[in-house]
């Protein structure tokens, strides 16, 4: 009875110890993976999320700008124009 408990416990270390490796390989190929996806993706000129938001803002701000402009122009040529009277 005592040889069987050590065989069932021999077995539960070596059990426990193959997961335990497993799931460190599983862990380095999950970053090797991720390594190599982003030297991928960084080779195909993707911009970052925050390079987007600040082109986003500078796109939106001459926006704003132009339609600021237009007014003006629209005066000024309003203004220019002859009128009959």
Do not use: H
Not at 49 to 67: G, P, Q, S, Y
Request: zero cysteines.
């Amino acid at each position: 009875m005592q040889t069987e408990n050590k065989i069932f416990g021999d077995l539960a270390k070596l059990f426990n110890g193959a997961a335990g490796t497993l799931a460190g390989v599983g862990r380095e190929a999950e970053a090797g993976a991720r390594d190599r996806m982003r030297e991928w993706v960084g080779g195909l000129d993707f911009v970052s999320r925050d390079e987007f938001e600040a082109v986003k803002a500078m796109a939106a701000a001459a926006r704003d700008e132009n339609d600021v402009l237009r007014a003006r122009l629209d005066a000024l040529e309003a203004a220019s124009k002859p009128q009959n009277g």
